[in-house]
C-alpha cells in the first residue's frame, strides 16, 4: 500500500508539472513543492542563482535598510547539488566584491556569511530528499555592543510598547499558536500571566 500512495504522489506530481509547462495555472498556489515560480537571479543580492531554483514570495520579505542597501530573506528551492550551488553563489558574490567570512557545513547543511563594506549576507542551505533550500538573509552590520531587535514574531514587527526589553512576556499577554482553520483555536496555549 505504501509504493501504491508514492505512485499517486509521483503522478500527481508530474501533472502539476506538466500543467505548470503548458501555462496552465498552479491550482495550488500555496503549496511548498509547486508554489514557486522560476528564478534566474537574487532580488536581494542581484547575482545569478544556480539554474533550476524556484522563489517563495510568501516566505520571504524585502525592504531597504539604514546602511542604505536592500535587507530581507530570500525563501529559494530547487532541484540542484548543494556543493555546485555553494561553488557557484560564492564565485558570484566574490566577483561583485563580497568577502566569505564564515563557511560551516554539517553534512546536508551549510551556512555562509558574506560581508562587503557594511552589508552582511548570510546563505542557509539545507538539502532535503529531493530538494535544495536556500535561504538568503542580507541586512546592515550593527555597530559593536547592539541589542538585538526582538519583534513580536508578526511579520518583523517590533514588540509593542510597554515591553520590559527582555524575552519574557508582559505581564497580562495571552498568545496562541495553532489555529485551525475557520479561526477556532487549536494546538499549544499558554494562560494570563
Known amino acids: 500500500m505504501p509504493g501504491f500512495a508514492a505512485l499517486v504522489f509521483a503522478l500527481l506530481f508530474a501533472a502539476i508539472q506538466g500543467c505548470n509547462s503548458l501555462g496552465i495555472r498552479n491550482p495550488f498556489p ?22 533550476g531554483m524556484e522563489r517563495y514570495p510568501a516566505h520571504g520579505y524585502q525592504s531597504y535598510g539604514a546602511y542604505g542597501g536592500r535587507e530581507g ?8 547539488d548543494l556543493s555546485r550551488a555553494i561553488q557557484s553563489l560564492h564565485a558570484s558574490l566574490a566577483d561583485q566584491g563580497w568577502q566569505l567570512r564564515i563557511s560551516l557545513r554539517k553534512g546536508d547543511r551549510a551556512v555562509q556569511i558574506y560581508e ?3 552589508a552582511l549576507a548570510l546563505l542557509s542551505f539545507r538539502r532535503q530528499t529531493v530538494m535544495t533550500i536556500l535561504e538568503i538573509w542580507t541586512g546592515g552590520r550593527l555597530p559593536d555592543g ?34 485551525t482553520s475557520g479561526g477556532a483555536p487549536g494546538g499549544l496555549r499558554e494562560r494570563a500571566l
Open 116 to 118: 562587503r563594506g557594511n
Open 146 to 179: 547592539s541589542m538585538p531587535n526582538l519583534a513580536d514574531g508578526r511579520d518583523g514587527q517590533p514588540a509593542p510598547e510597554g515591553g520590559n526589553g527582555s524575552l519574557a512576556p508582559v505581564p497580562g499577554t495571552v498568545e496562541q499558536w495553532g489555529e
Open 30 to 51: 500555496g503549496d511548498i513543492l509547486t508554489g514557486g515560480s522560476e528564478a534566474a537571479a537574487s532580488r536581494l543580492l542581484d547575482i545569478p542563482l544556480p539554474p
Open 73 to 80: 530573506l530570500e525563501s529559494l528551492r530547487g532541484n540542484i
